[in-house]
């Protein structure tokens, strides 16, 4: 069965450092992979998809996530983290095109100025 | 992007009642819609798959009498909360997904807290 993993339930940053958010699936086939981020009280949003091709793909704000083979992941990361970045962050995978997403248990990032 | 709306987007109501939400995509037919609830600090879970015309597919222990999913056009959905308790207190999300399977947008959610 598919499964995603986000190790780390909370991380706090200081604004401007960089960011890295772990995400660790489970499938045997190459999956689609996703990253959404919620702002409180509100719905989610896409910050970027991996379904095949460049493995480290872009996405809005910033945000970029690398798909890793091997190591079953993909990392989302932000070379300078702004105050407005707090918020939290979903991992999630589909095994195909029309299957459901799973999602993780998401990472609450909070940014000290 | 596309759009997703819900209304309301937040409502309150007594144990015992019922509470319809809906879910349009503005601007894109929805030929699948999904419903999650999210609880305090918790992830988002599937509650049911709905097809346009078709009966929605629900998850392992959602019970589809209280939680009746109805998606009879290409862009609304209804999740009707019945004789709904204080434990259904939750965030309630859909999503939406067109032709392209590779999209799914989400709602802004609605907030339902049973007193």
């Known amino acids: 069965a598919q499964s995603v993993t986000q190790p780390d339930i909370h991380i706090t940053v200081s604004e401007g450092a960089s960011l890295e958010l772990r995400c660790n699936y489970s499938?045997?086939?190459?999956?689609?992979l996703f990253w959404y981020v919620q702002s409180p009280g509100q719905g989610l949003q896409l910050l970027l998809k991996?379904?095949?091709?460049?493995?480290l793909v872009q996405g809005i704000k910033g945000f970029e996530a690398e798909f890793k083979r091997s190591q079953s992941s993909f990392n989302l990361r932000k070379p300078s983290v702004h105050w407005s970045d707090a918020a939290e962050y979903f991992c999630?995978?589909?095994?195909?095109?029309?299957?459901?997403?799973?999602f993780g248990a998401g990472t609450r990032l909070a940014v000290h100025p | 992007g596309a759009v997703v709306s819900q209304h309301p987007s937040r409502v309150i109501c007594k144990s015992g009642t019922s509470v319809k939400i809906e879910c349009r995509s503005l601007?894109?037919?929805?030929?699948?819609m999904f419903w999650y609830c999210q609880f305090p600090k918790k992830s988002l879970m599937l509650m049911a798959t709905?097809?346009?015309?078709?009966?929605?597919?629900?998850e392992q222990g959602v019970e589809k009498d209280k939680f009746l999913i109805n998606h009879a056009s290409l862009t609304l959905s209804t999740l009707t909360v019945t004789s709904a308790h204080p434990e259904d207190s939750s965030f309630y999300i859909c999503?939406?997904?067109?032709?392209?399977?590779?999209?799914?947008?989400f709602g802004p959610g609605t907030r339902l807290t049973v007193t």
């Open positions: 999503s939406a997904r067109g032709v392209d399977p590779g999209e799914q947008y």
């Open positions: 499938y045997g086939a190459t999956p689609y």
């Open positions: 991996y379904f095949s091709g460049d493995t």
């Open positions: 999630a995978v589909r095994s195909g095109g029309y299957n459901k997403l799973i």
């Open positions: 601007d894109f037919q929805a030929t699948t």
């Open positions: 709905s097809n346009e015309g078709s009966k929605a597919t629900y």
